[in-house]
């Protein structure tokens, strides 16, 4: 069984207005590309790229975080019928520069993955080690623990991505090697396919240090399914690239 390559860029908390410029370019460079192609702006700019873009664009949008309830006094936050109301069809949860950063818990992102689900929105999920965490040996438990607690029930039967992102390959330049991201990915279908049956199979995505020069090497790996750029896709030349190396289709392993 084959799946279209998702290829996704993390903007993080880079762009103004002017940036649009960069999600035309995207747009217009891979019209004629089957590969499933998804932008996660900042919250600013998501409503104007979607406007941008047109309402039948082959980009989908996403936003890079929601809150767990649907409304009410949570002031700087953002629900997830709010980003789909300003464009957006899919959502970043536990990205490593929430987990960490924010200090978000498993617990916390599978509420979010709940609510985002409730609203329409495919949940795209991070999990990753942290360098200490692997020098110890503890990669698979960390991983096992995450997906465990950050995926809840409620994402069976619906559309949803993990992306496996190392903690220490995010804006590092130090990609993975080939047998660590081999080695994650079957830990991380076995973990998904224990818990939501084989036939489930969502994309499980790569992400950290993916640049235009390493991409198809990452991409042609078994069960990659595709990759989550964050640096490489602020200017559209090198997303293209990275578009552009992509398998069209991929297999998807049980
Ligand atoms: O965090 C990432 C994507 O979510 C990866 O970032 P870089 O591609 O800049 O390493």
């Given amino acids: 069984m084959t799946s279209h390559t998702l290829i996704a860029g993390n903007w993080k908390m880079n762009g103004l207005l002017s940036s649009l ?15 499933k192609i ?5 919250f600013t700019l998501l409503h104007a790229m979607s406007e941008a873009l047109g309402p ?8 890079q975080d929601c809150h767990h309830e649907d409304n009410g006094a949570y002031t700087g936050d953002v629900s997830a019928a709010q980003l789909l109301d300003a464009g957006a069809r899919m959502v970043l949860l536990g990205h490593s520069e929430r987990r960490h950063g924010h200090k978000e818990a498993c ?3 599978a509420l979010k993955a709940r609510a985002a689900v409730k609203a329409g929105l495919e949940p795209l999920i991070c999990v990753g080690e942290t360098l200490e965490q692997r ?3 503890l990669t698979h438990a960390v991983l ?5 607690d950050s995926l809840p029930d409620d994402l069976i039967g619906k559309a949803f991505h993990v992306s496996y992102e190392p903690v220490w390959a995010i804006g590092t330049g130090m990609i993975a090697t080939d047998d660590q991201i081999i080695d994650a990915f ?3 279908r076995r973990v998904i396919s224990e818990r939501f049956g084989d036939e489930f199979k969502p994309h499980l995505l790569y992400g950290g240090s993916v640049k235009p ?3 198809a090497e990452v991409l042609r790996l078994e069960g990659v399914g595709g990759a989550l750029v964050g640096g490489a896709s602020l200017k559209a030349a090198d997303f293209l690239k990275i578009i552009h190396s992509a398998p069209l289709v991929h297999e998807l392993k049980s």
Avoid: C, M, T, Y
């Fill in 21 to 35: 410029d960069e999600a035309r370019a995207i747009a217009e460079g891979s019209s004629d590309s089957v590969v």
């Fill in 38 to 42: 998804a932008v996660f702006p900042p």
């Fill in 56 to 63: 039948d664009s082959h980009i989908l949008l996403g936003g």
């Fill in 107 to 109: 617990e916390l992102v």
């Fill in 135 to 137: 020098k110890e040996g």
């Fill in 144 to 148: 096992s623990k995450q997906l465990r």
């Fill in 186 to 188: 079957a830990l991380i």
């Fill in 213 to 215: 020069d390493n991409a």
